[in-house]
Nanobody
Framework: QVQLVESGGGSVQAGGSLKLSCTASGGAYRNNIAWFRRAPGKEREGVAAIYIFGGNTYYADSVKGRFTISQDNARNTVYLQMNSLKPEDTAVYYC?????????????????WGQGTQVTVSS
């Protein structure tokens, strides 16, 4: 059974930074790991994705230039470095995994999900 565990969330002021981690275990799931977020009262939104074996990345327009997704295969961990945070980045952030790499952020295509970590950005 695939398990994804997020960590690194917290509270920060606007303009600050946070680094989220997603540690994976339990199976051959890891070809494509992505971060999604859900803000209160809003739809789930894709943030960034990475292809584990090729290093390809894909970002939502709303975070390009501010967020960076990366990986440490030795630790089975994918990171999301978030800089220049804005209050509108406040959300629960989830990591998700699927076996096929496609450069998109279609949440319905992801098979495995973590429990989420809260990120709060104050103005």
């Amino acid at each position: 059974q695939v398990q994804l565990v997020e960590s690194g969330g917290g509270s920060v002021q606007a303009g600050g930074s946070l680094k989220l981690s997603c540690t994976a275990s339990g199976g051959a799931y890891r070809n494509n790991i992505a971060w999604f977020r859900r803000a209160p009262g809003k739809e789930r939104e894709g943030v960034a994705a990475i292809y584990i074996f090729g290093g390809n990345t894909y970002y939502a327009d709303s975070v390009k230039g501010r967020f960076t997704i990366s990986q440490d295969n030795a630790r089975n961990t994918v990171y999301l470095q978030m800089n220049s945070l804005k209050p509108e980045d406040t959300a629960v952030y989830y990591c998700a995994a699927r076996t096929i790499w496609v450069p998109d952020l279609d949440a319905t295509a992801y098979n495995y999900w973590g429990q989420g970590t809260q990120v709060t950005v104050s103005s």
